[in-house]
């Protein structure tokens, strides 16, 4: 894993648009090392845009991000080959992502009776739960969560909460788009609505 002591993610006068909207603008943060920011905000204001543009993955309006560190992105789509078995498809990323051993991450996530149920089969939860053992093998000191409590029942959300926690204490970065509280102490609520333009 990287060294997380050389994390950092910050951004500084953020413009999003969206087709002849602009969504928010003005919005600056910065995290370090063990910090969890909860972005919140309406359906539609742009908290899916802002963790993708922290990913590198949208190109801002105006502004600039900078990070040190790999990323993980843990979105709607899991990443996960609906065909193979979910073993299989789990240690395809295993392979690309360089990770020794998921053995933890599935058994931590309950998954290890599932490897040979083919992932179109899963349901939500256990796509989630999937994805999320895939986040933890990609090794990132840099985790950006956008909705990873959806279709999560009571004890799989407590879960999620206690990984998060997990991350952070380790000196990683976590941000978190999510409609729903997360259990995690110690957490930044970034309310989006103060940047809608």
């Known amino acids: 894993m ?37 972005v919140t905000g309406a359906n539609g204001i742009g908290k899916s845009s802002l963790l993708r543009i922290l ?36 240690r395809f990323w295993q392979r690309v992502d360089g990770c020794d051993d998921l053995s933890g991450p ?15 089969y899963l349901s939500t939860g256990q796509r989630k739960r999937a994805a999320l053992a895939r986040l933890m093998g990609q090794q990132a000191p840099i985790w950006l969560l956008d909705e990873p ?21 380790k000196g990683g970065i976590v941000a978190i788009a999510s409609h729903q509280p997360v259990g995690v102490e ?4 970034f309310a989006l609505a103060e940047y809608a333009a």
């Open 149 to 169: 409590l959806s279709g999560l029942d009571d004890h799989s959300q407590i879960l999620v909460g206690e990984l998060i926690a997990e991350h952070s204490a």
């Open 186 to 189: 110690r957490l930044a609520v």
């Open 2 to 38: 990287q060294a997380l002591g050389h994390t950092r993610l910050s951004a500084t006068d953020l413009a999003c648009r969206r087709g002849d909207r602009v969504l928010f603008r003005g919005l600056s943060l910065a995290l370090e090392p063990g910090e969890v920011l909860h």
């Open 55 to 90: 990913a590198g993955l949208l190109t801002p309006f105006a502004g600039r991000v900078e990070r040190e560190g790999a990323i993980g992105l843990l979105d709607e789509r899991p990443a996960l080959d609906p065909e193979l078995p979910l073993g299989g498809s789990l």
């Open 106 to 120: 599935i058994a931590k996530l309950g998954l290890s009776d599932l490897l040979e149920i083919p992932v179109r």
